[in-house]
């Protein structure tokens, strides 16, 4: 059997967690939470709480990674840790939700953040919009069929473009003359009271902040693709978590320094508007405007190419173990890629792209991909405790407490999501559940074939 080849090293590992997790959530976000909460301090607070449970994920993440150095991330974990059927359905959730939804959404921010640059109105913007989306997702999708060398070199100029335009974000607006730090302390009524408890309107806004920062795990996706995984992924995730941290708290900083909640919070309801350009706007003038929305097409199309380049390898170790269609677990013999189950994942992609909006997309996502979270820094307990002797090349820090802590955080979203949100939390159950009679076919089919694949017995 053709295998996937290690060509990835520590840097890039680190730039490609970098690229996976910046996209568009930071700069359109901060307009919603503000509407929710009405005070700049708790949106901050939101933004840190979110890097700081994040990182915690990805310094229990890390153990499993470097236990379990195989494409499909999370899908092997389970595997190991609660069978196959629990394993299956967070791939096909991967599927139909999570994974494809991330990349649904970032596509359609990007179409979103093109079309603002032209003269487009009306009826005709949002199909120009999903137009866009499909062609950035069959564009990057193609790229990274071509092979994970050329697609990872691809993210990685785009993520120290990314870098040097955070820097110039910083110096405008700080230096912007309608800019004050009395803004972070000046509240205004919170909006979100009315519907929500100050709990609620929490994690409400809290959802904005995970979409921020979701994709750190991805990097786990393809650590058949990294040299040395035992030692690299553990240090890619903890060190490039840590660094997007740092950006999104910097901006953050910026956009409530340049301008007032009230402000904030009223372009949660004008259409099309995003925040970030609105605050560069403030600071620096259309000239401002125009590099902020460069940027995010820069971002977006970055964070996009990386959720294409490592998700698909969930679906690729699925079809290898008989449980997703057999033509994914195909390895081109050029290119050397999961090459079916890119194509497979391009095409549900762009279905989302077409179904729904942006915000639907990305609070089912959130909710579904925090059951999974929670189960892999569960299953991290629960292997220090059925197999206390397994070889662990990086044991989590500050274990249990991390672990626990991040595993009750998500909980408590889950929890709460279906409290504040049921239809998009019972939306993304549904689309998870509908793998069942998937699975069932799959392996039964596997069963009366007589095939066995030495992955699942390991």
Not at 186 to 198: D, E, F, M, V
Not at 211 to 235: A, F, S
Not at 419 to 448: H, M, V
């Amino acid at each position: 059997m053709d295998k996937l080849a290690r060509t990835i090293e520590l840097r890039p590992a680190i730039l490609l967690v970098v690229s996976g997790i910046v996209g568009s959530g930071v700069f359109k976000k901060v307009a919603p939470m503000a509407a929710e909460l009405g005070s700049p301090l708790l949106v901050l607070a939101c933004w840190i709480v979110a890097g700081l449970i994040s990182l915690a994920g990805a310094l229990t993440y890390a153990e499993m990674a470097g236990m379990f150095p195989q494409s499909g991330g999370e899908y092997v974990y389970f595997k190991k840790v609660y069978g196959r059927l629990f394993a299956f359905l967070y791939g096909w959730g991967a599927f139909t939700v999570m994974r494809t939804a991330t990349i649904a959404a970032l596509a359609h921010i990007f179409g979103q953040s093109l079309i603002s640059l032209t003269s487009l109105q009306d009826d005709s913007v949002e199909f120009a919009v999903k137009c866009v989306a499909t062609l950035l997702i069959t564009v990057l999708s193609l790229l990274n069929y071509r092979g994970v060398t050329f697609a990872e070199g691809f993210s990685r100029a785009l993520i120290y473009l990314t870098f040097a335009a955070v820097a110039v974000i910083a110096v405008i607006g700080f230096r912007a003359e309608t800019g004050s730090f009395t803004n972070l302390t000046q509240a205004i009524p919170r909006p979100g009271a009315t519907s929500h408890t100050l709990v609620g309107s929490l994690v409400a806004a809290s959802l904005g902040a995970f979409w921020g920062y979701e994709g750190w795990n991805q990097i786990g996706y393809i650590g058949e693709e990294v040299k040395n995984p035992q030692r690299n992924l553990p240090i890619a995730l903890g060190v490039g978590t840590s660094i997007v941290v740092g950006i999104y708290v910097l901006l953050n900083v910026v956009y409530v320094y340049v301008l007032p909640i009230s402000t904030l919070a009223d372009l949660a309801s004008v259409p099309g508007k995003i925040a970030g350009v609105e605050v560069v706007r403030q600071a620096a003038g259309w000239v401002g405007a125009t590099f902020i929305s460069v940027l995010i097409l820069v971002t977006t199309s970055n964070s996009t190419n990386a959720s294409i380049l490592m998700p698909a390898r969930v679906f690729y170790a699925m079809a290898r173990d008989g449980l997703f269609f057999k033509a994914a677990a195909i390895i081109h013999p050029r290119y050397k890629t999961p090459s079916v189950a890119i194509l497979l994942q391009s095409v549900w992609s762009v279905v989302l792209v077409w179904s729904g909006s942006f915000d639907q997309l990305t609070d089912m996502l959130v909710f579904a991909s925090f059951i999974f979270y929670g189960a892999t820094a569960l299953g991290v307990i629960l292997l220090r405790y059925k197999q206390p002797d397994l070889l662990r090349p990086y044991r989590t820090f500050g274990y249990p407490i991390v672990p626990a802590f991040f595993c009750a955080c998500c909980a408590l979203l889950v929890c709460m999501t279906l409290i504040n949100q049921p239809r998009e939390a019972i939306t993304g159950l549904g689309l998870i559940a509908t793998g069942l009679p998937f699975y069932w076919f799959w392996r039964k089919r596997s069963e009366e074939s007589n095939i066995e694949n030495p992955v699942l017995n390991e």
